[in-house]
């Protein structure tokens, strides 16, 4: 048989055992039915077809168990599903979607979500995508009519689709689970959150562990279908402390795997907390400094981490909504620029990074050097294959990571719609040139001393916590138009010209942009994996796809020590809460 021949019988094997698999599986029956009767049969009389309808339904099993002093706080279960119909009206180049309605809030959630049964019952699962597949329509043909009334004055500057065509694709993918044991992260759980009963100094501290089996199913009208497993650990170590001064001086610890044993073991994990209480404590008495312009050298994790929380969220294409009402989109720009998801949409073509620097992004690399990368899948939630992707070649950003829903530059997906909208999954940043980590301190110092500066400022951990928490810090500040707390970063050294290093306290970075990073003057010869939540796209994603109640996508960045030409830095600024009347308990003998 011909090689060509034996390829094309491997595929209908493939495909075949695919169909049988997802034939056993009762809600993803439910919904390839149910999808077939929605599109022969849901019509209204003189009104448009759906030309693409797609249902998803997740399974999420979880617990969650929080811990502070050694005691056990909460022990949550949880177990539910979410079913979610994604409908769209009229054709791929103009359809109700990508519009937001001032007058009716139409628009504003691109999916229509409800919590489904979590037996596995064939009728009330097509029971309740009928139910919302029927008004998902009804509520797409009110868009579509106010979005073509709200265009009808306006002259369309360009003739982006709504929609791209992809190929279809039919992944099917087996259970996976974390494997954790609820007693065994009970035990960890107070052994980690004990280390601060001996610290009455640390007057605020939790342990919060969170694992997560999830499942996803999913099939649209193109053809394109995909069962996949998420499974998810995540531990995290939150600490504060207050200067005699009143400043806030806190620290988190976010560690991420797909199962328990990505994780390190129980004694490094006591370790890293033990480390990290005896840091708070150190920087309550630290020194700071006013203001700080000059040469910064992010070491380690504290780069990659710079990297995925001020440049990563360029590198996705978010499409702004059209809007009954200009002023909606002006708003809309404004905050997703505050929201760090403003994209380099207008930038393709231009230098973004320094020209020995380039930038990929790589969803099937399954760890580096060892430590695991969590961001990849196979298969995006559009349905689309995941592919290796080339953002920045030396310097020059080529393109941008997109979903079905296109911009000016970027037509077609790149496989790369992550819960909200497009995100990265594992991204790494490569250089033509780098020095050796005693060699890159010193450039730090011959640029301070350019400068005329006696000290260059060293990074080594940024913290704060998950997107969820920066996230609510931020509607804090807005809320209240002022500053709340204090977003320093939690490990900033002044190194002097004769090499000594003191810590400093209260440091956050005054104003440092995505355009910052064009200035990078020098990395290193290691490169170091940060993984974390990416939340940029959250504002977006309300136009894109975003389920309810879905988790944040997960990053990871692999990146080298950057040494920045100028960065400023700014002493936390109050008001801050007045010092405490009394001692802690845990001070009294």
């Given at each position: 048989?011909?090689?060509?021949h ?13 169909q ?11 919904m390839?039915?149910e ?6 049969q849901?019509k ?14 997740d399974?999420?099993?979880?617990v ?10 909460t022990?949550r ?6 079913i979610s119909?994604?409908?769209r009206?009229?054709?791929y ?6 519009f937001f ?20 019952s064939?009728?009330?699962i097509?029971?309740q ?11 797409a043909l009110?868009?579509?009519?106010a ?5 009808r004055?306006r002259?369309r ?10 190929t279809?694709e ?11 044991r609820?007693?065994e992260?009970?035990a960890i759980?107070?052994e980690l959150?004990?280390?601060f ?8 501290s939790?342990v919060?562990?969170e694992?997560?089996?999830?499942h ?25 402390a ?7 001086v ?5 560690l991420?795997?797909r ?11 006591l ?7 005896s840091r708070?404590?150190?920087l309550?008495?630290a020194p ?11 070491e ?14 360029g ?6 909504p059209v809007?009954?009402?200009p002023?909606f ?13 403003a ?5 393709i073509g231009?230098?973004v990074?320094?020209?020995f620097l ?10 580096y050097?060892?430590v695991p990368?969590?961001?990849?899948q196979?298969v995006?939630?559009?349905g689309v294959?995941t ?9 020059t950003l080529?393109?941008?990571l ?5 911009v000016?530059?970027?037509r077609s ?7 909200g ?17 005693a060699?890159?301190?010193?450039e730090l110092i011959?640029?301070?001393r350019?400068?005329?500066l006696d ?5 080594r ?9 920066s996230l609510?810090?931020?509607?804090a500040r807005?809320a209240?138009q002022t ?14 010209q ?7 306290r ?5 104003e ?5 990073f064009?200035d990078i003057?020098?990395?290193g010869?290691t490169s ?5 939540e ?14 309810s ?8 960045c ?5 040494l ?7 002493r936390s600024q ?5 010092a ?6 845990l001070a009294?003998?």
């Amino acid at each position: 048989m011909h090689p060509s021949h034996w390829a094309a019988a491997a595929s209908l094997i493939a495909l075949s055992t695919a169909q049988t698999q997802t034939q056993a599986d009762v809600p993803f029956r439910a919904m390839s039915d149910e999808l077939a009767r929605s599109m022969s049969q849901l019509k209204l009389e003189r009104m448009e077809k759906p030309y693409f309808i797609a249902y998803r339904v997740d399974d999420a099993d979880a617990v969650v168990i929080s811990a502070v002093l050694g005691s056990l706080v909460t022990v949550r279960p949880e177990r539910a599903r979410r079913i979610s119909v994604d409908l769209r009206v009229g054709d791929y180049a103009f359809d109700n979607r990508n519009f937001f309605s001032t007058r009716s809030f139409g628009g504003m959630e691109s999916e229509r979500v409800v919590q489904g049964p979590l037996d596995d019952s064939y009728q009330e699962i097509r029971r309740q995508l009928w139910l919302a597949t029927d008004a998902e329509y009804k509520r797409a043909l009110e868009d579509l009519s106010a979005k073509r009334a709200a265009l009808r004055a306006r002259q369309r500057s360009d003739d982006v689709p709504d929609f791209s065509r992809e190929t279809p694709e039919v992944v099917t993918g087996g259970v996976e689970t974390t494997g954790a044991r609820r007693t065994e992260l009970e035990a960890i759980a107070r052994e980690l959150s004990a280390v601060f009963r001996s610290t009455p100094g640390i007057h605020r501290s939790s342990v919060k562990i969170e694992v997560r089996d999830d499942h996803a199913r999913y099939v649209n009208s193109e053809g394109s279908s995909f069962t996949r497993s998420s499974p998810s650990v995540k531990v995290q170590v939150d600490a504060e402390a207050r200067s005699a001064d009143g400043l806030p001086v806190s620290d988190s610890m976010v560690l991420l795997g797909r199962v328990a044993a990505d994780l390190p073991p129980r004694g490094a994990l006591l370790a890293r907390a033990r480390e990290m209480a005896s840091r708070i404590l150190e920087l309550r008495s630290a020194p700071s400094v006013d203001r700080y312009i000059g040469p910064v050298l992010f070491e380690g994790e504290a780069a990659a981490e710079i990297f995925g929380q001020r440049f990563a969220s360029g590198l996705v294409a978010v499409r702004q909504p059209v809007s009954d009402d200009p002023r909606f989109e002006m708003f809309y720009g404004q905050m997703m620029a505050q929201l760090g998801g403003a994209s380099f949409v207008d930038k393709i073509g231009g230098r973004v990074l320094p020209e020995f620097l380039s930038v990929d992004d790589v969803p099937l690399q399954r760890d580096y050097r060892g430590v695991p990368l969590l961001g990849g899948q196979s298969v995006d939630d559009d349905g689309v294959r995941t592919r290796e992707t080339r953002l920045v070649a030396q310097g020059t950003l080529k393109t941008l990571l997109a979903t079905r829903v296109p911009v000016r530059a970027v037509r077609s997906s790149t496989g790369s719609r992550r819960g909200g909208g497009p995100a990265p999954s594992n991204l790494l940043v490569s250089s033509r040139k780098s020095l050796a980590s005693a060699k890159l301190r010193q450039e730090l110092i011959r640029l301070a001393r350019s400068r005329g500066l006696d000290f260059g400022i060293v990074v080594r951990r940024v913290g704060g916590g998950d997107a969820t928490a920066s996230l609510a810090r931020m509607a804090a500040r807005m809320a209240a138009q002022t500053q709340v707390g204090s977003s320093a970063m939690a490990e900033v050294y002044r190194v002097f010209q004769d090499g000594r290093e003191e810590l400093l306290r209260g440091m956050e970075l005054a104003e440092m942009g995505p355009a910052a990073f064009k200035d990078i003057v020098a990395v290193g010869d290691t490169s170091a994996v940060f993984t974390g939540e990416f939340a940029s796209g959250l504002g977006a994603g309300l136009f894109s796809g975003a389920s309810s109640g879905a988790r944040l996508p997960v990053m990871s960045c692999v990146v080298p020590s950057l040494l920045f030409e100028e960065v400023s830095l700014a002493r936390s600024q109050g008001p801050f809460p007045t010092a405490f009347v009394s001692a802690s308990p845990l001070a009294v003998p």
